[in-house]
């Protein structure tokens, strides 16, 4: 562009545009902004790496108390497992896999009631069914009963059942219901205390049926004894 002769002003303008132009794209300036962003790309890269690696190692060092909290209910180690819940309660309802049960449903089918109290505490989710099978925390006390015919304590299925835990919930790949499974495998105790609480009898297939057809008879008798008093309770 052709600058007037007479116009001072731009010329002395353009003049420093110049000269600040020639400054600031010297081998200089132009080797301190390469060594500038080399060393910021550097240390972005390193702060990622750090970044990345902490994460891997706070991964690591989590999954390994985890492992060690479910080898613990496992082994029924009830010192172990409250310790590591101590540092770490949102494992309680954290699931493993394969096997696709949390701590707490493992402890539960374990029927370990000291340890059933302290996940309770924790925060616990007695809503949660396993990911293979369907079955409810209560569901697994229920058939370690039913396994463990002549374990009289039933202290573990009372907790779960005061914590809110629904007791007509079927589970399992049958999707039976507590009551259908204690009349099926004739535990008369368990009938009767399911019974006490109230749990359905009107399920299909019917509970009576499922002892009667197993030649469980005296659950089976339990059950139509219990029938009939609820029959005359409706008719009067």
């Not at 399992?172 to 008369?188: E, M, N, R, V």
């Given at each position: 562009?052709?600058?007037?002769?007479?116009?001072?002003?731009?010329?002395?303008?353009?003049?420093?545009?110049?000269?600040?132009?020639?400054?600031?794209?010297?081998?200089?300036?132009?080797?301190?902004?390469?060594?500038?962003?080399?060393?910021?790309?550097?240390?972005?890269?390193?702060?990622?790496?750090?970044?990345?690696?902490?994460?891997?190692?706070?991964?690591?060092?989590?999954?390994?108390?985890?492992?060690?909290?479910?080898?613990?209910?496992?082994r029924n180690d009830t010192l172990?497992?409250?310790?590591?819940?101590?540092?770490?309660?949102?494992?309680?309802?954290?699931?493993?896999?394969?096997?696709?049960?949390?701590?707490?449903?493992?402890?539960?089918?374990?029927?370990?009631?000291?340890?059933?109290?302290?996940?309770?505490?924790?925060?616990?989710?007695?809503?949660?069914?396993?990911?293979?099978?369907?079955?409810?925390?209560?569901?697994?006390?229920?058939?370690?009963?039913?396994?463990?015919?002549?374990?009289?304590?039933?202290?573990?299925?009372?907790?779960?059942?005061?914590a809110g835990a629904d007791i007509?919930?079927?589970?399992?790949?049958?999707?039976?219901?507590?009551?259908?499974?204690?009349?099926?495998?004739?535990?008369?105790?368990?009938?009767?205390?399911?019974?006490?609480?109230?749990?359905?009898?009107?399920?299909?297939?019917?509970?009576?049926?499922?002892?009667?057809?197993?030649?469980?008879?005296?659950?089976?008798?339990?059950?139509?004894?219990?029938?009939?008093?609820?029959?005359?309770?409706?008719?009067?």
């Amino acid at each position: 562009m052709t600058v007037p002769k007479g116009n001072f002003i731009v010329e002395y303008v353009m003049s420093g545009v110049d000269e600040f132009w020639n400054r600031t794209c010297s081998p200089q300036v132009i080797k301190f902004s390469v060594y500038v962003t080399t060393v910021w790309v550097i240390y972005s890269i390193v702060l990622r790496f750090l970044k990345i690696g902490l994460w891997a190692y706070e991964r690591i060092h989590l999954c390994r108390h985890f492992e060690e909290l479910y080898k613990a209910v496992e082994r029924n180690d009830t010192l172990k497992a409250h310790s590591i819940l101590t540092n770490y309660p949102q494992y309680v309802n954290k699931f493993k896999n394969p096997e696709g049960y949390t701590p707490f449903m493992l402890a539960c089918a374990n029927a370990n009631t000291s340890l059933v109290k302290v996940m309770l505490r924790c925060g616990a989710d007695i809503q949660l069914k396993s990911i293979n099978n369907n079955e409810s925390p209560f569901y697994l006390a229920i058939l370690y009963h039913i396994r463990n015919f002549n374990e009289s304590d039933a202290s573990c299925i009372r907790e779960l059942f005061y914590a809110g835990a629904d007791i007509n919930e079927p589970g399992g790949k049958d999707s039976a219901t507590p009551l259908q499974l204690a009349a099926y495998s004739g535990h008369t105790g368990l009938v009767k205390w399911l019974l006490s609480k109230q749990a359905k009898t009107d399920t299909c297939p019917c509970p009576f049926r499922l002892a009667k057809a197993n030649k469980r008879f005296a659950a089976a008798a339990l059950l139509a004894s219990w029938m009939r008093n609820q029959a005359r309770c409706i008719d009067y």
